[in-house]
């Protein structure tokens, strides 16, 4: 039966070369060779060969060229895992949400064969840190893998991270894998179907080339190799994705003779930190592609992972797939394209993955199982229970309501509920968990009041949970959708100086540079005022609430206006006031009620955030709700204004990003 399974799998792989889909050679056995410096696995479609003992992939051979990745930089600067840590408690150099940290290509310093033989090689660099490394490594044991299978056109990564419990303390900023390509050949970037682009050269950043902006991300190409590109902004934060999007990207090099596909496949989220709207980097100029595990971005400080001395912790990241394709019969490179999301498909229907040695990787047997039913039961929209349809539920580390979003040490398993509500988690690891939700159309979040535990093998039926949304009286007027994004309010079109010719005409028309100035353009000397009824959020509503710019390095906190009308006025009752934040940077919301010069304001959040989204392009980070008492005396019979300000002043990226605004009479 095998050597007919085999012969099969043979001839389906000659048929799809035959209709012309994607060139794969003859599979053979998987080899090992071991060398002084080097180690190689090949398994006659890819070799991959690795820096030995420090674990860095320093080449990739396929369909007869040498090395895809780029030969002018050193070995160490090829294909590598790395990290942003820092000393814990006082010692740290952090200095705000950027921070310090200590760049750390984690460099291994011992290699072992853990398989060998026909079918696969897994391949194991680790690194064991002690007392006399303190202050110079993040106090870790890493365990780098890379795994390799018969007929497999690519090969896999993943790693184990863990800190012992008589350990020091330490920060962990940032973790993932890059590639950086072959600059002389891929210069085609795809992240998304509709997110792809032939893309400048790293050169064309370079000075006298590219003219740096507001940060040193951004760069606007004044003088690139290739005219085509000139007057473009290029940053790699507008090719960032969200976590449940993120499963495949990479690189296209389009030869005359053959066209050859460069993927980055994660088959599963679960290992990321903050849960799926998390949004991390992808592919960008280099050209370079990126599987990022744990960052702080969009997120800052509140995502920084601190660890405390004696704390054990142990997180396995991966495995990741790294997949080749190519074509050489004339068709249309993005075939490759296609090909390897039917390939990402092909991944995720195999997780968990059955060949990982690390007995840390834990099988579908080992694993456990929830399932339920939402409903939402919201009395002012209907007093009946309604399936929460298109619901992201998820199981992730006990904590507070919302606090997923924070987590990081933890794994996280999510699903979304059909029509009817219902929902089915799987491939749960054990763990002790809470359950959390949230669903579009609804402020605030869910969560399951009592802790599930998940052994081996456990299945869990929750039968129906209810969520009873954030709700104290009847709506009077509402701005926004309460989706966790501004998305929906006025994106203005960017400083034709600024261009990035993708999101012309795009539906993620945010991710232009820039659009925090245009803000000045539009409202020069007043700020925005909001009618309700009459203005209308999509037009009048700018998309995020920032400072103004008043000359070169200068800006003015703005307050903007919500004008109301009410027929008539509950003196004795308390309103209402709901509002749900897409992103904050460094922002102080203030809100005052009929008075703009009331001291102290109605509310103060304080300065709070730190997620940068405005300047990297984004439409939310973290989320943010907050539930305003309004006595009825401070409103009047008649016209009636909130006025919401913001007065930091010190950046252009200080800021909000308004989620949703609501209003509730009070009950009576």
């Known amino acids: 039966m095998q050597n007919f399974t085999g012969h099969f799998i043979f001839l389906m792989l000659q048929l799809i070369v035959a209709l012309g889909c994607v060139s794969i050679t003859n599979p053979t056995g998987v080899r090992l060779e071991i060398q002084d410096k080097h180690v190689t696995m090949d398994n006659g479609i890819v070799q991959v060969t690795l820096s030995n003992p420090e674990g860095i992939v320093t080449g990739i051979q396929y369909n007869g060229i040498d090395n895809l990745l780029e030969v002018l930089n050193k070995e160490a600067d090829r294909g590598y895992w790395d990290m942003v840590w820092d000393e814990g408690g006082n010692k740290t150099t952090k200095k705000g949400a950027k921070g310090k940290g200590r760049f750390d290509r984690m460099e291994a310093t011992n290699f072992t064969v853990i398989v060998e033989n026909e079918e696969q090689v897994e391949l194991s660099f680790t690194r064991t840190w002690n007392s006399s490394l303190e202050g110079q490594l993040a106090p870790l ?3 780098k893998r890379f795994v390799m299978l018969r007929g497999s056109s690519g090969f896999y990564t ?3 991270y863990e800190h012992l419990k008589e350990w020091p303390a330490f920060d962990l900023d940032n973790t993932r894998i890059a590639f950086k390509l072959r600059k002389d050949k891929f210069h085609y970037m795809v992240v998304e179907d509709n997110r792809q682009r032939f893309m400048p050269l790293p050169d064309d950043r370079e000075k006298g080339r590219g003219q740096i902006l507001a940060y040193p991300e951004a760069v606007l190409l004044v003088n690139p190799i290739e005219p085509e590109f000139k007057g473009e902004v290029d940053d790699k934060y507008q090719y960032a994705c969200e976590s449940r999007d993120n ?10 003779s053959q066209s050859i596909g460069f993927w980055l496949i994660t088959p599963s989220y679960e290992f990321r930190s903050a849960g799926p709207l998390k949004q991390y980097l992808t592919s960008h100029v280099g050209p370079t592609t990126l599987s990022v595990f744990h ?7 509140d995502l920084i992972m601190k660890f405390l001395p004696n704390e054990p912790w142990k997180k396995v990241y991966g495995p990741v797939f790294i997949y080749l394709n190519s074509l050489s019969n004339g068709e249309s490179p993005t075939t490759l394209w296609k090909d390897a999301k039917q390939q990402m498909v092909n991944e995720v229907e195999s997780w968990p993955y059955t060949f990982p040695a690390s007995e840390d990787f834990l099988s579908s047997k080992q694993r456990g199982k929830v399932e339920g039913r939402l409903l939402v039961r919201d009395r002012y929209i209907n007093d009946a229970f309604i399936p929460a349809s298109g619901a992201y539920v998820g199981l992730a580390s006990p904590g507070e309501v919302g606090s997923w979003q924070r987590e990081s040490k933890g794994y996280q398993f999510w699903t979304i509920t059909d029509d ?7 491939n749960i690891r054990p763990g002790s968990y809470n359950l959390y939700s949230w669903v579009t159309g609804y402020i605030g979040d869910y969560r399951y009041d009592h802790v599930i535990n998940i052994t081996s093998g456990s299945e869990i039926n929750l039968c129906e949970l209810v969520y009873e949304p954030p709700r104290d009286g009847p709506t009077l007027w509402e701005i926004g959708i309460p989706d966790r994004s501004a998305a929906e309010f006025y994106i203005p079109d960017p400083n034709p100086k600024y261009i990035n010719k993708l999101y012309v005409n795009h539906p993620d028309r945010f991710r232009q540079y820039g659009l925090w100035e ?14 309700v009824g009459i203005s209308d959020y999509r037009k009048d509503w700018f998309f995020a609430q920032v400072s103004r710019k008043k000359g070169n390095n200068t800006y003015q906190g703005t307050t903007w206006q919500i004008k109301f009308n009410l027929d008539h006025v509950h003196t004795n009752g308390t309103y209402k006031l709901r509002v749900a934040l897409a992103s904050l940077h460094h922002a102080d919301l203030q809100v005052r009620i009929n008075n703009s010069e009331a001291n102290p304001p109605l509310f103060s959040s304080g300065r709070i955030g730190s997620e940068n989204t405005i300047a990297r392009h984004g439409i939310h980070g973290l ?8 006595q009825g005396t401070f409103l009047v019979q008649g016209n009636n204004t909130f006025f919401l300000s913001q007065p930091n002043n010190t950046s252009p990226f200080q800021g909000i990003l308004y989620d949703y605004i609501r209003l509730e009479g009070p009950l009576v």
């Open 518 to 531: 245009r803000y000045a353009d539009l409202y020069p000397n007043e700020d925005l005022v909001y009618t």
């Open 623 to 630: 989320y943010w709700l907050f539930n305003i008492d309004v």
């Open 420 to 426: 009817k509500g219902y929902f089915s988690i799987i």
């Open 158 to 160: 993943y790693a184990i």
């Open 295 to 301: 960052s702080t971005h969009y997120s800052g400080l």
């Open 247 to 256: 499963r495949v990207h990479g690189w296209i090099s389009m030869e005359p």
């Open 141 to 143: 044991n890493i365990d």
